[in-house]
Every structure is written in C-alpha cells, then in structure tokens.
C-alpha cells in the first residue's frame, strides 16, 4: 500500500516516479507520444481534461505548439542515507519501510539489499536509514531555462542554434551574444 510521506524537497509531499508536464500554471502526470506530443492525465475534469478513461482519469492530448504547455519533466525520488550521505533511488514508499535501490556493493551489502539484474542492489529497510527524500529533475523541455531538449524530430535550423542528439533526445542550446561571453 503506497503511503503519503512528507520531506522537504518534494513538490507534492508524495512519492513520484515519471514523466511531468506543466499545463496552465499545473503538474500533470503524462505519457510521450513522439514528434513533440504528449498525453496528460488529471484526477479531476475540467474544460480541458475531458476524455475519461477505465482508471477514472481525465485525459488531454497536446502538443509543444500549445502555449499552455510550459514546461516536462522526468521526475525520479532520491533518498540519502543517515550513516555515509550518500544518495540511493528510491523505488517506493510503504507502510512497512521503503524499497531503495543502488549501484554502490559496499553500501548494498550493508543495507542489507539483494542484487537485481537491471536495478542494482534493492530491498526494504526502514524509514529512520534515510535522512530525507527529494526529487531529482531531469527538463526534457524547459523554455524559461533557454534550453529545449524534446524527444522530436528536428526539421531544420537556424545559423544561432546548435542541435546534438544523445540518446534519442534532441537537445537545442540557444546562444545569445553579449560583450564578452555567450551562454547557452
């Protein structure tokens, strides 16, 4: 059973895990769908959130020419352990404890956790072995940064704007000229 569990650097006072999009000045969970679109979910509906779906969600498609769409986000829970300060992901948060996982063997080996193939050394431990809890953001697409990275295709550029592709994600770095320095 996933339990509320409040600290200081989360957002929402809850554990999240995925893709966020900003709409209308809110944080929705969403899906990508590819060329610069995305699926939006919301509890409630509203104007915008009209198509239900089998979870009792309210859905919204969109996409990045809408001006309401500021801003995603990958949102991943990170936790620090009391005894060495150092920072394990963390899976989930239950009644009994929580599901921690890391890539360190001598930390995995003092927690207590088992090896697993694609998460590393994970387990359940108790609540007092974390000091706190916060999320770690990644902006796929952020425009108040100067920074767009978006999992589209890219039709063409301009002669100021660079473009590289890592890892499926297409990142543009806007330049912009001042007297001694350029900033990305």
Partial sequence: ??????????????????????YCGKEYPAMYLGIGRFVLYSDVADENFTFPTQDGRYLLQTDLRDEDLTRACEIR?????????????????????????????????????????????????????????YEERDYLWNPALGICTTLCQVTGTKDKDSWFVDNDRITQLYVVDTKNESKE
């Fill in 77 to 133: 829970m990170v936790g620090i352990v009391r005894s060495c300060y150092e920072s394990v992901a963390v899976r989930n948060i239950l009644k009994e404890g929580i599901i921690i996982s890391t890539y360190n063997p001598r930390l995995g080996f003092e927690l207590g956790l088992k090896p697993m193939k694609s998460l590393g050394f994970t387990g359940l431990v108790d609540r007092k072995i974390l000091i706190g809890i």
């Fill in 1 to 22: 059973m996933k339990e509320r569990f409040d600290f200081e650097g989360t957002s929402t006072g809850e554990y999240r895990e995925g893709l966020y999009v900003m």
